[in-house]
């Protein structure tokens, strides 16, 4: 069993940067993929980032891709993810989950927290 809570959401004005974390309970942290999504009012959730046991891969969508960051700090089982040059688009409730396989398909997550929104206004 993982637990997850996210924080650090907020408001920003577009070209603005928030920082993102995710707070794991569980001793098997290390051993899980972990992955950030999001999810914009009308729209299916959607791949965001992901990255790896040991941070040594990680994995961006398309359209976040040099803007934002994922990491990751086994000794404080924590996942964050840094997004710079953020854009109106990027408004959505972002969320993190845990996987012991990486996939871009949220089915394929098996632990979720609760969800961050993030407002970013032109």
């Known amino acids: 069993q993982v637990q997850l809570v996210e924080s650090g959401g907020g408001m920003a004005q577009a070209g603005g940067s928030l920082r993102l974390s995710c707070a794991a309970s569980?001793?098997?942290?290390?051993?899980?993929?972990m992955g950030w999504f999001r999810q914009a009012p009308g729209k299916e959730r959607e791949f965001v980032a992901a990255?790896?046991?040991?941070?040594?891969?990680?994995y961006y969508a398309d359209s976040v891709n040099g803007r934002f960051t994922i990491s990751r700090d086994n000794a404080k089982n924590t996942v964050y993810l840094q997004m710079n040059s953020l854009k109106p688009e990027d408004t959505a409730v972002y969320y993190c989950a845990a996987s012991r396989l990486y996939s871009v398909d949220y089915s394929k997550y098996d632990y979720w927290g609760q969800g961050t929104q993030v407002t970013v206004s032109s």
């Open positions: 569980g001793r098997t942290f290390s051993s899980y993929v």
């Open positions: 990255i790896n046991w040991n941070g040594g891969r990680t």
